[in-house]
T-cell receptor, first 114, second 115 residues
Framework: DTGVSQDPRHKITKRGQNVTFRCDPI?????LYWYRQTLGQGPEFLTY????????KSRLLSDRFSAERPKGSFSTLEIQRTEQGDSAMYLC????????????FGPGTRLTVT | KNQVEQSPQSLIILEGKNCTLQ??????????LRWYKQDTGRGPVSLTI?????NTKSNGRYTATLDADTKQSSLHITASQLSDSASYIC??????????????FGKGTHLIIQP
């Protein structure tokens, strides 16, 4: 399968713990996006990379959140000191620069903070 | 403030029937509008993308229309199938470059197809 993949698909953690999610984009795509989606809502933009450069961050991305894309390929999203309000689906998407508005989404990581 | 509003919030129809979902937006400037289908517990999948110069686009049984003057779009589903049960999300972008700045998602219409 050459689509966007995310790992893990589900994560249950206790409040206060740190969690890290991984996203592997489509190999030739240089743009990578992270979104958060809560039940009954559309995705909310968190941050995006072009190659290894993080070009934009939403105000939703508090200082407990950090994202990296060190080699311009896969990306990680870390949440420190998780809170119950962090429970959501975390979606990753990628796109080529030439068709930058054509974003391909991964299956998401469902985070539950207890 | 840029907004995308979708209606209805949810819809139940019988298999084989047609339906139309609505999307109204206030995003300005406007570059493109996309419709995504999202199955429960999965990521969104693109159905159609339209720029401001396009007023209709089809993808199989899905037909999207766009009126850039009234800032309205609709997604028409013909001869619905059980597999069409999903959330349908309207997304509007002010930029052709694909950056996320100003990208605005609707909350989606939850469609249920009953046998």
């Amino acid at each position: 399968d050459t689509g966007v993949s995310q790992d893990p698909r589900h994560k249950i953690t206790k409040r206060g713990q740190n969690v890290t999610f991984r996203c592997d984009p489509i190999s030739e795509h240089n743009r990578l996006y992270w979104y958060r989606q809560t039940l009954g809502q559309g995705p909310e933009f968190l941050t995006y990379f072009q190659n290894e450069a993080q070009l934009e961050k939403s105000r939703l991305l508090s200082d407990r959140f950090s994202a990296e894309r060190p080699k311009g390929s896969f990306s990680t999203l870390e949440i420190q000191r998780t809170e119950q309000g962090d429970s959501a689906m975390y979606l990753c998407a990628s796109s080529p620069v030439s068709l930058a508005y054509e974003q391909y989404f991964g299956p998401g990581t469902r985070l539950t903070v207890t | 403030k840029n907004q995308v509003e979708q209606s209805p919030q949810s819809l139940i129809i019988l298999e084989g029937k047609n339906c139309t979902l609505q999307c109204n937006y206030t995003v300005s400037p406007f570059s493109n509008l996309r419709w995504y289908k999202q199955d429960t517990g999965r990521g969104p999948v693109s159905l159609t993308i339209m720029t401001f110069s396009e007023n209709t686009k089809s993808n199989g049984r899905y037909t999207a229309t766009l009126d850039a003057d009234t800032k309205q779009s609709s997604l028409h589903i013909t001869a619905s199938q059980l597999s069409d049960s999903a959330s349908y999300i309207c997304v509007v972008s002010p930029h052709s470059g694909g950056g996320a700045d100003g990208l605005t998602f609707g909350k989606g219409t939850h469609l249920i197809i009953q046998p």
